[in-house]
Nanobody, 124 residues
Framework: QVQLVETGGGLVQAGGSLSVSCAASGLTFSYYDMGWFRQAPGKEREFVAAIIYSGGSTYYADSVKGRFTISRDNAKNTVYLQMNSLKPDDTAAYYC?????????????????WGQGTQVTVSS
């Protein structure tokens, strides 16, 4: 049974930093591209960042480029999202996802498995 478990969310002031992690089990982690998405109340779930199976390439939404960094440790079956210079607009539930569609990292449809999410709240 595949499980993706996000941890590390919380409350932070604007301009601060936070790191969230996603631990995977039940799949061959190094075969899967990993993505982070977020969903704010009343809004659609949107792409944040992705990293390919090898860690060799990363992709970011324009809204987070230069502020967020995605990384992975295949030995630990874990993907990370380091978030710096946080803004109130970054407030959302953050979800990690695993997929093997290749090349469509921005799309929710590219991912087969999803975590339950972790809440990130940025106060102004």
């Amino acid at each position: 049974q595949v499980q993706l478990v996000e941890t590390g969310g919380g409350l932070v002031q604007a301009g601060g930093s936070l790191s969230v992690s996603c631990a995977a089990s039940g799949l061959t982690f190094s075969y899967y591209d990993m993505g982070w998405f977020r969903q704010a109340p009343g809004k659609e779930r949107e792409f944040v960042a992705a990293i390919i199976y090898s860690g060799g390439s990363t992709y970011y939404a324009d809204s987070v480029k230069g502020r967020f960094t995605i990384s992975r440790d295949n030995a630990k079956n874990t993907v990370y999202l380091q978030m710096n210079s946080l803004k109130p607009d970054d407030t959302a539930a953050y979800y990690c996802a695993a997929g093997r569609a290749r090349g469509t990292y921005y799309s929710k449809n590219a991912y087969d498995y999803w975590g339950q999410g972790t809440q990130v709240t940025v106060s102004s």
